[in-house]
Every structure is written in structure tokens, then in C-alpha cells.
């Protein structure tokens, strides 16, 4: 089987960095992705990680390391509009299967 | 710009309904995924369909059915709906070649909040 564990809620304050961690259990890997998700909306894309090290997309980093089977999500210079929850997933077999965390609830403050 | 449509933003049907939610993508993906989010759990996959009539079980089928008769369209049926069905219900698509690359991008719908009474 699969699983995949996140905090469920992290806070922070405006312009702070903020890291969102992910551990995972799968049978074969092919990656970790990261997902956003603002109250009301549906989850779009962020980053993925296919091989071990730190990605970066502006603000937003993605860290993986195999060997831990760990993934954080660094948010830098956090803004109000980072306010959602985020979530951690991995394919599950060679067909695709997308399997999510939890989901980890972002709340920053002023 | 890509789109997934999902037919319904609110639905409210009786305790016992057949109920069809339609999910339609227009980015010719061979994946297509219905979740159910609740708070507190997540997006939980209810079912997975790699292909036209191909499907897969998710973590929490029971109580659903799917039907893929063509690529672009994937359906999910309660067969008799009950109130702890009562939910958010997402539907994703997915190209099968992102798997191997260094984008696995998902596409999510607008989702359909379902309630049963």
C-alpha cells in the first residue's frame, strides 16, 4: 500500500519562510509532486520531484530526499494570498494512480 | 487554456438515488481520477481510469462505480446514494507520458459538492 503523512496545520507570519514536510510509504516510486489548494478552489499543481535535491519555482522550493523517502515545500517571503492548504502526492504503479497527503492547512498572518 | 468540466457545482439528491456526476477533459489525457475531500482526510481516491473501459479501484470504491466509454468523459455512479456520501467529489485528468518526465501535473475540475437527505 501507499501512504503519505503532512502536519496538518502550520502558521506563519507575513514575509516569514515557512517548510511543510511529507513522508512517504509507496510501493515503487516515481516521484512527488505538490499540490495548492485555496478555500473554495480546486488543487493546482506546483512542483514535482522526480530525483533527489531542491527544485525552485520563485518563491516556492520542493525538496526530495529517496534515500528518507521525505519531501518538504519551502515558502519563502510568504504572502496572505499563500493562505490554503497544500498537499503532498505520489503515483501509485506504472499507470498513474495519483495518491494525495492528508493535506497540510497554511494560515499566515499579517 | 486546459480544462476539466465537472457537470455540477451543488447537487442535492434523496437517501436511495441513483446519482451520475459527469467529468468531461478536453487535453485528450489517457488518466482520469474521481476523489471525495473531507475535512480533516484529504483527497481520497475513489476510483482511476487509465483508458477508455480501463478502471481502477482507489482507497474507498465501495459505494461507486465509474463508466469510461470515451476519453474524454469519466462518470461516477452512486448506485444508491446515502447520506455519508455527502461530500466534495473532484475530478482530475492526467497525461500517462508525465509519469516518466519531470511534470506530472494533474488538472483538477471545479469539483461538485454533493449533498444526500
Known amino acids: 500500500g501507499q501512504s503519505l503523512e503532512q502536519p496538518s496545520e502550520v502558521t506563519a507570519v507575513e514575509g516569514a519562510i515557512v517548510q511543510i514536510n511529507c513522508t512517504y510509504q509507496?510501493?515503487?516510486?516515481?516521484?512527488l509532486s505538490w499540490y495548492q489548494q485555496h478555500d473554495g478552489g480546486a488543487p493546482t499543481f506546483l512542483s514535482y520531484n522526480g530525483l533527489d535535491g531542491l527544485e525552485e519555482t520563485g518563491r516556492f522550493s520542493s525538496f526530495l530526499s529517496r534515500s528518507d523517502s521525505y519531501g518538504y515545500l519551502l515558502l519563502q517571503e510568504l504572502q496572505m494570498k499563500d493562505s490554503a492548504s497544500y498537499f503532498c502526492a505520489v503515483p501509485s504503479g506504472n499507470t498513474g494512480k495519483l495518491i494525495f497527503g492528508q493535506g497540510t492547512t497554511l494560515q499566515v498572518k499579517p | 487554456d486546459v480544462k476539466v468540466t465537472q457537470s455540477s457545482r451543488y447537487l442535492v439528491k434523496r437517501t436511495g438515488e441513483k446519482v451520475f456526476l459527469e467529468c468531461v477533459q478536453d487535453?485528450?489525457?489517457?488518466?482520469m481520477f474521481w476523489y471525495r475531500q473531507d475535512p480533516g482526510l484529504g483527497l481520497r481516491l475513489i476510483y482511476f481510469s487509465y483508458d477508455v473501459k480501463m478502471k481502477e479501484k482507489g482507497d474507498i470504491p465501495e459505494g461507486y462505480s465509474v463508466s469510461r466509454e470515451k476519453k474524454e468523459r469519466f462518470s461516477l455512479i452512486l448506485e444508491s446514494a446515502s447520506t455519508n456520501q455527502t461530500s466534495m467529489y473532484l475530478c482530475?485528468?492526467?497525461?500517462?507520458?508525465?509519469?516518466?518526465?519531470?511534470?506530472?501535473?494533474?488538472?483538477f475540475g471545479q469539483g461538485t459538492r454533493l449533498t444526500v437527505v
Open positions: 482530475a485528468s492526467s497525461t500517462l507520458g508525465q509519469w516518466n518526465s519531470l511534470n506530472t501535473e494533474a488538472f
Open positions: 487535453m485528450d489525457h489517457e488518466n
Open positions: 509507496t510501493s515503487g516510486f516515481y516521484g
